[in-house]
Protein backbone atom coordinates (compact mmCIF):
# COMPACT_ATOMS: atom_id res chain seq x y z
CA UNK A 1 0.00 0.00 0.00
CA UNK A 2 1.63 3.33 -0.93
CA UNK A 3 1.57 6.23 1.69
CA UNK A 4 -0.66 9.18 1.03
CA UNK A 5 1.87 12.14 1.74
CA UNK A 6 -0.27 14.32 3.53
CA UNK A 7 -2.09 11.94 5.91
CA UNK A 8 1.19 11.16 6.63
CA UNK A 9 2.26 14.43 7.32
CA UNK A 10 -1.51 15.24 9.04
CA UNK A 11 -1.16 12.47 11.12
CA UNK A 12 2.59 13.48 11.89
CA UNK A 13 1.62 16.99 13.10
CA UNK A 14 -1.02 15.27 15.05
CA UNK A 15 1.22 12.89 16.83
CA UNK A 16 3.51 15.82 17.07
CA UNK A 17 1.33 18.24 18.93
CA UNK A 18 -0.19 15.65 21.28
CA UNK A 19 3.39 14.64 22.42
CA UNK A 20 3.74 18.72 23.25
CA UNK A 21 0.11 18.60 25.25
CA UNK A 22 1.19 15.00 26.44
CA UNK A 23 4.80 16.80 27.77
CA UNK A 24 3.34 19.82 29.27
CA UNK A 25 0.43 17.24 31.27
CA UNK A 26 2.57 14.84 32.67
CA UNK A 27 4.88 17.12 34.22
CA UNK A 28 2.60 19.11 35.74
CA UNK A 29 1.95 16.07 37.27
CA UNK A 30 5.50 15.51 38.25
CA UNK A 31 5.83 18.53 39.69
CA UNK A 32 3.31 17.71 42.30
CA UNK A 33 4.94 14.59 42.94
CA UNK A 34 8.22 16.71 43.78
CA UNK A 35 6.51 18.76 46.24
CA UNK A 36 4.62 16.23 47.88
CA UNK A 37 4.50 16.42 51.64
CA UNK A 38 3.91 12.46 52.35
CA UNK A 39 4.39 9.15 50.81
CA UNK A 40 0.94 9.29 50.51
CA UNK A 41 1.07 12.16 48.11
CA UNK A 42 3.50 10.59 45.87
CA UNK A 43 2.12 7.25 45.52
CA UNK A 44 -1.12 9.17 44.36
CA UNK A 45 0.23 11.32 41.76
CA UNK A 46 2.49 8.30 40.77
CA UNK A 47 -0.73 6.64 40.29
CA UNK A 48 -2.28 9.61 38.38
CA UNK A 49 1.03 9.56 36.19
CA UNK A 50 0.54 6.14 35.28
CA UNK A 51 -3.06 6.09 34.28
CA UNK A 52 -2.59 9.35 32.62
CA UNK A 53 0.21 7.66 30.45
CA UNK A 54 -2.46 5.02 29.35
CA UNK A 55 -5.23 7.30 29.02
CA UNK A 56 -3.21 9.58 26.57
CA UNK A 57 -1.86 6.91 24.26
CA UNK A 58 -2.66 7.83 20.80
CA UNK A 59 -5.12 5.28 19.59
CA UNK A 60 -7.98 8.03 18.49
CA UNK A 61 -8.79 8.83 14.74
CA UNK A 62 -6.79 11.67 14.54
CA UNK A 63 -3.58 9.43 15.67
CA UNK A 64 -4.85 6.83 12.87
CA UNK A 65 -3.45 6.64 9.83
CA UNK A 66 -6.42 5.10 8.46
CA UNK A 67 -8.98 7.20 10.14
CA UNK A 68 -7.36 9.96 8.63
CA UNK A 69 -7.06 8.50 4.91
CA UNK A 70 -10.71 7.56 5.09
CA UNK A 71 -11.59 11.50 6.55
CA UNK A 72 -13.00 10.13 10.20
CA UNK A 73 -15.45 7.82 8.37
CA UNK A 74 -15.96 6.16 12.22
CA UNK A 75 -19.34 4.35 10.94
CA UNK A 76 -20.22 1.09 9.70
CA UNK A 77 -18.87 1.97 6.28
CA UNK A 78 -15.41 2.38 7.26
CA UNK A 79 -15.58 -1.49 8.17
CA UNK A 80 -15.84 -2.41 4.13
CA UNK A 81 -13.40 0.69 2.58
CA UNK A 82 -10.38 0.41 5.46
CA UNK A 83 -7.57 -1.63 5.01
CA UNK A 84 -7.06 -2.01 8.81
CA UNK A 85 -10.29 -3.49 9.20
CA UNK A 86 -9.54 -5.63 6.61
CA UNK A 87 -7.10 -7.32 8.57
CA UNK A 88 -8.25 -6.68 12.26
CA UNK A 89 -11.62 -5.68 11.78
CA UNK A 90 -13.54 -2.66 11.79
CA UNK A 91 -12.98 -0.76 14.80
CA UNK A 92 -16.20 -0.55 16.68
CA UNK A 93 -16.54 -4.76 16.39
CA UNK A 94 -16.33 -5.95 19.98
CA UNK A 95 -13.50 -8.85 18.39
CA UNK A 96 -11.51 -5.94 15.97
CA UNK A 97 -7.96 -5.55 17.37
CA UNK A 98 -8.80 -1.85 18.23
CA UNK A 99 -10.97 -2.61 20.49
CA UNK A 100 -9.02 -5.37 22.22
CA UNK A 101 -6.77 -2.92 22.97
CA UNK A 102 -9.21 -0.24 24.23
CA UNK A 103 -10.59 -3.07 26.72
CA UNK A 104 -6.90 -3.56 27.57
CA UNK A 105 -6.53 0.19 27.92
CA UNK A 106 -9.63 0.27 29.87
CA UNK A 107 -8.40 -2.66 32.47
CA UNK A 108 -4.66 -1.45 33.18
CA UNK A 109 -6.62 2.12 34.54
CA UNK A 110 -8.52 -0.07 36.64
CA UNK A 111 -5.67 -2.35 37.48
CA UNK A 112 -3.73 0.78 38.59
CA UNK A 113 -6.09 1.66 40.95
CA UNK A 114 -6.47 -0.91 42.44
CA UNK A 115 -3.04 -0.84 42.95
CA UNK A 116 -2.81 1.76 44.90
CA UNK A 117 -6.59 1.78 46.64
CA UNK A 118 -4.97 0.28 50.03
CA UNK A 119 -2.71 3.69 50.92
CA UNK A 120 -4.04 6.36 53.47
CA UNK A 121 -4.40 9.75 51.94
CA UNK A 122 -5.14 11.87 54.87
CA UNK A 123 -6.83 15.10 52.94
CA UNK A 124 -4.09 14.24 49.50
CA UNK A 125 -5.65 15.87 46.38
CA UNK A 126 -7.15 12.86 44.21
CA UNK A 127 -6.65 12.75 40.10
CA UNK A 128 -9.83 11.57 39.08
CA UNK A 129 -10.10 14.51 37.02
CA UNK A 130 -7.28 14.03 35.01
CA UNK A 131 -8.16 12.75 31.36
Known amino acids: MQVDRNVRDTLV ?3 ERRLDLFH ?4 QIIRQIAVADT ?6 RKRCLLQFYVR ?3 TGVDECYFCLHHKH ?3 AECGKE ?4 AVHGWCMDMDSTYRKIMNCKSAL ?3 LELYY ?3 QYGGEQKCGDIK
Open 56 to 58: RMP
Open 73 to 75: MFR
Open 39 to 44: VEGIME
Open 82 to 85: CAYA
Open 117 to 119: AGE
Open 24 to 27: KDAL
Open 109 to 111: IES
Open 13 to 15: ANL
